[in-house]
Protein backbone atom coordinates (compact mmCIF):
# COMPACT_ATOMS: atom_id res chain seq x y z
CA UNK A 1 0.00 0.00 0.00
CA UNK A 2 1.40 3.54 -0.72
CA UNK A 3 2.56 6.28 1.74
CA UNK A 4 0.88 8.96 -0.17
CA UNK A 5 -2.66 8.55 -1.65
CA UNK A 6 -4.66 11.28 -3.17
CA UNK A 7 -8.49 10.96 -2.68
CA UNK A 8 -9.22 13.37 -5.77
CA UNK A 9 -6.55 12.85 -8.38
CA UNK A 10 -9.13 14.62 -10.93
CA UNK A 11 -8.01 18.06 -9.22
CA UNK A 12 -4.52 17.69 -11.37
CA UNK A 13 -6.71 18.57 -14.41
CA UNK A 14 -6.39 21.93 -12.94
CA UNK A 15 -2.67 22.07 -12.97
CA UNK A 16 -2.68 22.97 -16.98
CA UNK A 17 -4.88 26.43 -16.60
CA UNK A 18 -2.80 26.80 -13.83
CA UNK A 19 0.35 27.00 -15.47
CA UNK A 20 -1.21 29.01 -18.28
CA UNK A 21 -1.96 31.39 -15.71
CA UNK A 22 1.80 31.54 -14.79
CA UNK A 23 2.74 32.11 -18.56
CA UNK A 24 0.09 34.80 -19.46
CA UNK A 25 0.99 36.73 -15.57
CA UNK A 26 5.10 36.34 -16.92
CA UNK A 27 4.17 37.68 -20.41
CA UNK A 28 1.79 40.78 -19.39
CA UNK A 29 4.74 41.53 -16.28
CA UNK A 30 7.52 41.81 -19.37
CA UNK A 31 5.25 43.79 -21.18
CA UNK A 32 4.00 46.12 -18.49
CA UNK A 33 8.27 46.44 -17.72
CA UNK A 34 8.74 47.94 -21.33
CA UNK A 35 5.87 50.29 -20.79
CA UNK A 36 6.81 51.48 -16.86
CA UNK A 37 10.34 52.42 -18.81
CA UNK A 38 8.84 55.09 -20.26
CA UNK A 39 6.63 56.52 -16.74
CA UNK A 40 9.33 55.69 -13.99
CA UNK A 41 13.27 56.72 -13.71
CA UNK A 42 16.01 54.15 -13.97
CA UNK A 43 16.08 53.26 -10.44
CA UNK A 44 12.15 52.46 -9.79
CA UNK A 45 11.91 50.03 -12.68
CA UNK A 46 14.39 47.53 -11.28
CA UNK A 47 12.55 47.92 -7.95
CA UNK A 48 9.63 47.14 -9.38
CA UNK A 49 10.57 44.29 -11.37
CA UNK A 50 12.37 42.56 -8.44
CA UNK A 51 8.86 42.94 -6.47
CA UNK A 52 6.37 41.96 -8.98
CA UNK A 53 8.65 38.54 -8.84
CA UNK A 54 8.17 38.10 -5.78
CA UNK A 55 4.69 38.88 -5.68
CA UNK A 56 4.21 36.71 -8.63
CA UNK A 57 6.28 33.49 -7.13
CA UNK A 58 4.20 33.88 -3.99
CA UNK A 59 0.72 34.11 -5.91
CA UNK A 60 1.62 31.29 -7.88
CA UNK A 61 3.07 29.06 -5.30
CA UNK A 62 -0.18 29.84 -3.19
CA UNK A 63 -2.10 28.89 -6.23
CA UNK A 64 -0.17 25.79 -6.30
CA UNK A 65 -0.62 24.50 -3.49
CA UNK A 66 -4.23 25.30 -3.29
CA UNK A 67 -4.72 22.82 -6.40
CA UNK A 68 -3.03 20.22 -4.85
CA UNK A 69 -4.88 20.29 -1.78
CA UNK A 70 -7.94 20.07 -4.41
CA UNK A 71 -6.31 16.73 -4.44
CA UNK A 72 -6.79 16.06 -0.88
CA UNK A 73 -3.15 14.16 -0.24
CA UNK A 74 -3.21 11.54 2.32
CA UNK A 75 -0.46 9.76 4.21
CA UNK A 76 -1.34 5.80 5.28
CA UNK A 77 -1.04 5.64 9.25
CA UNK A 78 -1.75 2.60 9.81
CA UNK A 79 -4.38 -0.09 9.88
CA UNK A 80 -7.53 0.08 12.36
CA UNK A 81 -9.74 -2.62 12.84
CA UNK A 82 -13.16 -2.53 12.76
CA UNK A 83 -16.77 -4.44 13.29
CA UNK A 84 -18.54 -4.84 9.65
CA UNK A 85 -21.58 -3.06 9.52
CA UNK A 86 -23.76 -5.54 8.13
CA UNK A 87 -24.07 -9.78 9.03
CA UNK A 88 -26.18 -12.19 6.94
CA UNK A 89 -28.66 -14.25 9.15
CA UNK A 90 -29.62 -17.41 8.03
CA UNK A 91 -33.19 -18.88 10.08
CA UNK A 92 -33.17 -22.59 9.65
CA UNK A 93 -36.20 -24.22 10.31
CA UNK A 94 -37.75 -27.14 11.15
CA UNK A 95 -40.59 -28.53 9.41
CA UNK A 96 -41.30 -32.03 10.56
CA UNK A 97 -44.13 -33.44 11.50
CA UNK A 98 -43.14 -33.65 14.74
CA UNK A 99 -43.02 -29.56 14.52
CA UNK A 100 -46.84 -29.93 15.34
CA UNK A 101 -47.04 -31.37 18.25
CA UNK A 102 -48.76 -29.17 21.07
CA UNK A 103 -47.05 -29.40 23.94
CA UNK A 104 -45.39 -25.79 22.95
CA UNK A 105 -49.26 -23.88 23.18
CA UNK A 106 -50.49 -23.17 19.81
CA UNK A 107 -48.30 -25.56 18.03
CA UNK A 108 -44.20 -26.15 17.91
CA UNK A 109 -44.37 -24.53 14.72
CA UNK A 110 -46.43 -21.55 15.18
CA UNK A 111 -44.63 -20.88 18.30
CA UNK A 112 -41.31 -20.67 16.38
CA UNK A 113 -42.77 -18.79 13.42
CA UNK A 114 -43.15 -16.19 16.12
CA UNK A 115 -39.83 -16.28 17.10
CA UNK A 116 -38.69 -15.63 13.80
CA UNK A 117 -41.10 -12.96 13.08
CA UNK A 118 -40.02 -11.13 16.61
CA UNK A 119 -35.86 -11.76 14.97
CA UNK A 120 -37.08 -10.16 11.74
CA UNK A 121 -39.00 -7.12 13.24
CA UNK A 122 -35.92 -6.25 15.52
CA UNK A 123 -32.55 -7.31 13.45
CA UNK A 124 -30.51 -4.49 12.71
CA UNK A 125 -30.75 -3.18 8.76
CA UNK A 126 -28.38 -3.76 7.49
CA UNK A 127 -28.43 -7.36 8.42
CA UNK A 128 -29.23 -9.61 5.53
CA UNK A 129 -31.97 -12.77 6.43
CA UNK A 130 -32.18 -15.86 4.69
CA UNK A 131 -34.59 -18.09 4.98
CA UNK A 132 -33.73 -22.66 4.75
CA UNK A 133 -36.63 -25.38 5.98
CA UNK A 134 -35.95 -28.95 6.55
CA UNK A 135 -37.45 -32.20 7.00
CA UNK A 136 -36.22 -35.21 5.52
CA UNK A 137 -34.48 -32.57 2.78
CA UNK A 138 -32.85 -29.00 3.38
CA UNK A 139 -33.83 -26.22 0.75
CA UNK A 140 -33.65 -22.48 0.78
CA UNK A 141 -37.12 -20.33 0.30
CA UNK A 142 -35.66 -17.27 0.52
CA UNK A 143 -31.89 -16.29 -0.15
CA UNK A 144 -30.10 -13.43 1.75
CA UNK A 145 -32.15 -10.19 1.22
CA UNK A 146 -32.71 -6.60 3.24
CA UNK A 147 -36.48 -6.91 3.03
CA UNK A 148 -37.80 -8.50 6.06
CA UNK A 149 -41.50 -8.20 3.98
CA UNK A 150 -40.47 -11.02 1.46
CA UNK A 151 -38.60 -13.66 4.40
CA UNK A 152 -42.24 -12.64 6.00
CA UNK A 153 -44.60 -13.60 3.60
CA UNK A 154 -42.69 -17.33 3.05
CA UNK A 155 -43.08 -17.45 6.93
CA UNK A 156 -46.63 -17.30 6.71
CA UNK A 157 -46.85 -19.62 3.98
CA UNK A 158 -45.33 -22.46 6.16
CA UNK A 159 -48.79 -24.51 7.24
CA UNK A 160 -49.33 -28.67 7.74
CA UNK A 161 -50.02 -29.10 3.72
CA UNK A 162 -46.54 -27.88 3.21
CA UNK A 163 -45.14 -30.44 5.94
CA UNK A 164 -46.93 -32.90 4.59
CA UNK A 165 -44.21 -34.85 2.70
CA UNK A 166 -41.44 -33.77 5.24
CA UNK A 167 -42.39 -36.59 7.86
CA UNK A 168 -38.73 -36.97 9.23
CA UNK A 169 -35.84 -34.46 10.81
CA UNK A 170 -32.68 -34.58 9.18
CA UNK A 171 -30.60 -31.39 10.85
CA UNK A 172 -27.41 -32.14 8.68
CA UNK A 173 -29.49 -31.30 5.56
CA UNK A 174 -30.47 -28.32 7.16
CA UNK A 175 -27.37 -26.94 8.21
CA UNK A 176 -25.72 -27.63 5.10
CA UNK A 177 -28.65 -26.51 3.36
CA UNK A 178 -27.71 -22.92 5.49
CA UNK A 179 -24.09 -23.09 5.30
CA UNK A 180 -24.44 -23.08 1.63
CA UNK A 181 -26.42 -20.33 1.44
CA UNK A 182 -24.21 -18.35 3.45
CA UNK A 183 -20.83 -19.50 1.46
CA UNK A 184 -22.98 -18.66 -1.63
CA UNK A 185 -22.96 -14.77 -0.86
CA UNK A 186 -19.24 -14.57 1.34
CA UNK A 187 -17.53 -15.28 -2.45
CA UNK A 188 -19.31 -11.59 -3.35
CA UNK A 189 -18.62 -9.77 -0.16
CA UNK A 190 -16.89 -10.40 2.96
CA UNK A 191 -19.59 -10.56 6.00
CA UNK A 192 -20.60 -12.01 8.92
CA UNK A 193 -21.98 -15.14 9.16
CA UNK A 194 -24.97 -17.30 11.74
CA UNK A 195 -27.50 -19.98 11.89
CA UNK A 196 -30.27 -19.39 13.77
CA UNK A 197 -31.64 -23.34 14.22
CA UNK A 198 -35.43 -23.81 15.17
CA UNK A 199 -35.90 -27.07 15.91
CA UNK A 200 -37.23 -30.15 18.45
CA UNK A 201 -33.43 -31.97 17.59
CA UNK A 202 -35.29 -35.13 17.07
CA UNK A 203 -32.91 -36.27 14.34
CA UNK A 204 -33.36 -39.75 12.41
CA UNK A 205 -29.88 -40.71 12.23
CA UNK A 206 -28.25 -38.16 9.68
CA UNK A 207 -24.62 -36.88 10.37
CA UNK A 208 -25.46 -33.75 11.96
CA UNK A 209 -22.53 -33.96 14.07
CA UNK A 210 -20.26 -33.75 10.63
CA UNK A 211 -22.55 -30.74 9.25
CA UNK A 212 -21.59 -28.89 12.90
CA UNK A 213 -18.07 -29.60 12.60
CA UNK A 214 -18.30 -28.25 9.10
CA UNK A 215 -20.10 -25.15 9.99
CA UNK A 216 -17.20 -24.83 13.12
CA UNK A 217 -14.76 -24.75 10.29
CA UNK A 218 -16.28 -22.24 8.32
CA UNK A 219 -16.39 -20.30 11.67
CA UNK A 220 -20.16 -20.21 11.37
CA UNK A 221 -21.48 -20.38 14.42
CA UNK A 222 -25.42 -21.93 15.11
CA UNK A 223 -27.24 -20.39 18.00
CA UNK A 224 -30.42 -22.63 18.30
CA UNK A 225 -33.49 -22.14 19.72
CA UNK A 226 -35.01 -25.74 21.25
CA UNK A 227 -38.65 -25.86 20.54
CA UNK A 228 -40.67 -28.56 22.18
CA UNK A 229 -40.54 -29.89 25.97
CA UNK A 230 -38.76 -33.32 27.98
CA UNK A 231 -42.68 -33.93 28.81
CA UNK A 232 -43.30 -34.62 24.60
CA UNK A 233 -46.50 -34.71 23.05
CA UNK A 234 -48.26 -36.96 20.40
CA UNK A 235 -47.18 -36.53 16.68
CA UNK A 236 -50.54 -35.46 14.48
CA UNK A 237 -50.83 -38.06 11.34
CA UNK A 238 -50.99 -35.18 8.61
CA UNK A 239 -52.70 -35.91 5.00
CA UNK A 240 -51.61 -35.05 1.89
CA UNK A 241 -54.26 -32.02 1.85
CA UNK A 242 -52.66 -30.84 5.06
CA UNK A 243 -55.58 -31.81 7.58
CA UNK A 244 -54.52 -33.51 11.09
CA UNK A 245 -56.20 -36.79 11.41
CA UNK A 246 -54.99 -38.74 14.92
CA UNK A 247 -51.73 -39.36 15.89
CA UNK A 248 -48.79 -41.30 14.71
CA UNK A 249 -48.28 -44.71 15.85
CA UNK A 250 -45.37 -46.97 16.23
CA UNK A 251 -45.14 -50.64 14.81
CA UNK A 252 -46.86 -52.02 18.07
CA UNK A 253 -49.80 -49.59 17.43
CA UNK A 254 -48.68 -47.22 20.16
CA UNK A 255 -48.98 -43.46 19.59
CA UNK A 256 -45.59 -41.83 19.00
CA UNK A 257 -44.56 -39.36 20.93
CA UNK A 258 -42.36 -36.60 20.47
CA UNK A 259 -39.54 -35.04 23.23
CA UNK A 260 -37.45 -32.49 23.33
CA UNK A 261 -33.73 -33.64 22.36
CA UNK A 262 -32.01 -30.83 24.40
CA UNK A 263 -28.41 -32.83 23.75
CA UNK A 264 -28.58 -32.77 20.68
CA UNK A 265 -28.70 -29.05 19.69
CA UNK A 266 -25.92 -27.89 23.06
CA UNK A 267 -23.71 -30.11 21.46
CA UNK A 268 -24.53 -28.45 18.15
CA UNK A 269 -24.30 -25.23 19.50
CA UNK A 270 -20.95 -25.95 21.29
CA UNK A 271 -19.19 -27.53 18.67
CA UNK A 272 -20.24 -24.40 16.59
CA UNK A 273 -19.04 -21.23 18.92
CA UNK A 274 -22.84 -20.68 19.16
CA UNK A 275 -25.49 -20.74 21.74
CA UNK A 276 -29.02 -22.28 23.26
CA UNK A 277 -31.62 -20.14 23.90
CA UNK A 278 -34.45 -22.00 26.18
CA UNK A 279 -37.38 -19.92 24.91
CA UNK A 280 -39.97 -18.79 27.10
CA UNK A 281 -42.03 -15.87 25.79
CA UNK A 282 -40.35 -15.32 22.65
CA UNK A 283 -39.16 -12.14 22.97
CA UNK A 284 -36.51 -11.99 25.51
CA UNK A 285 -34.69 -14.76 24.10
CA UNK A 286 -34.51 -12.54 20.77
CA UNK A 287 -33.52 -9.26 22.51
CA UNK A 288 -30.39 -12.08 23.66
CA UNK A 289 -29.61 -13.02 20.67
CA UNK A 290 -29.54 -10.03 18.62
CA UNK A 291 -27.28 -8.71 22.03
CA UNK A 292 -25.10 -11.64 21.79
CA UNK A 293 -24.83 -10.87 17.76
CA UNK A 294 -23.46 -7.81 18.60
CA UNK A 295 -21.02 -8.36 20.68
CA UNK A 296 -20.38 -11.32 18.16
CA UNK A 297 -19.71 -8.96 15.77
CA UNK A 298 -17.51 -6.59 17.91
CA UNK A 299 -15.44 -9.60 18.95
CA UNK A 300 -15.43 -11.53 15.38
CA UNK A 301 -16.57 -10.04 12.56
CA UNK A 302 -14.20 -7.39 11.67
CA UNK A 303 -12.18 -6.45 9.20
CA UNK A 304 -8.96 -4.35 8.64
CA UNK A 305 -9.46 -0.89 7.33
CA UNK A 306 -6.42 1.57 6.31
CA UNK A 307 -6.52 5.05 8.33
CA UNK A 308 -5.42 8.02 6.35
CA UNK A 309 -4.19 11.63 7.84
CA UNK A 310 -5.29 14.39 5.37
CA UNK A 311 -2.67 16.94 4.40
CA UNK A 312 -5.23 19.08 2.47
CA UNK A 313 -5.27 21.55 6.00
CA UNK A 314 -1.34 22.58 5.93
CA UNK A 315 -1.15 22.93 2.30
CA UNK A 316 -4.22 25.52 2.49
CA UNK A 317 -2.48 27.13 5.43
CA UNK A 318 0.58 27.31 3.58
CA UNK A 319 -1.43 29.08 0.52
CA UNK A 320 -2.88 31.81 3.11
CA UNK A 321 0.39 32.42 4.47
CA UNK A 322 2.01 33.11 0.97
CA UNK A 323 -1.32 35.15 0.01
CA UNK A 324 -0.35 37.17 2.72
CA UNK A 325 3.43 37.77 1.78
CA UNK A 326 2.18 38.67 -1.42
CA UNK A 327 0.05 41.67 -0.40
CA UNK A 328 2.50 42.67 2.00
CA UNK A 329 4.85 42.79 -0.83
CA UNK A 330 2.22 44.73 -2.71
CA UNK A 331 2.14 47.51 0.05
CA UNK A 332 6.03 47.67 -0.01
CA UNK A 333 6.15 48.21 -3.42
CA UNK A 334 3.03 51.08 -3.85
CA UNK A 335 4.64 52.58 -0.84
CA UNK A 336 8.29 52.58 -2.73
CA UNK A 337 6.81 53.87 -5.64
CA UNK A 338 4.61 56.88 -4.52
Request: glycine share 8%.
Amino acid sequence: MPMIDWAMPKAFWLLPIWLMAMLLIAWGLKQKRRLLTFWLSGEDVPIWWRRARQQTVFWGSAMLLLTVAFARPRYFAGKVTVPVQGADIVVCLDVSHSMLCEDIKPSRLEFAQTLIANLLNNSLPGDRVGFVVFGGSGFPLCPLTHDRGIVQTYLSLLEPSVMAYNPTTYIAEGLNSSLKLLRRQKQREQRGGVIVLLSDGEDQDSDWQRAAATCAKAGVPVFVFPVGTHRGAPVPEVTEQGATHGYKRDVNGNIVISKLRLETLQTIARKTGGKVYLPVDGRKEVRTLLDDLSAYRQRVWTKQVAQWRELFPLLVALSVLLLVAETWVSRRLGGRLS
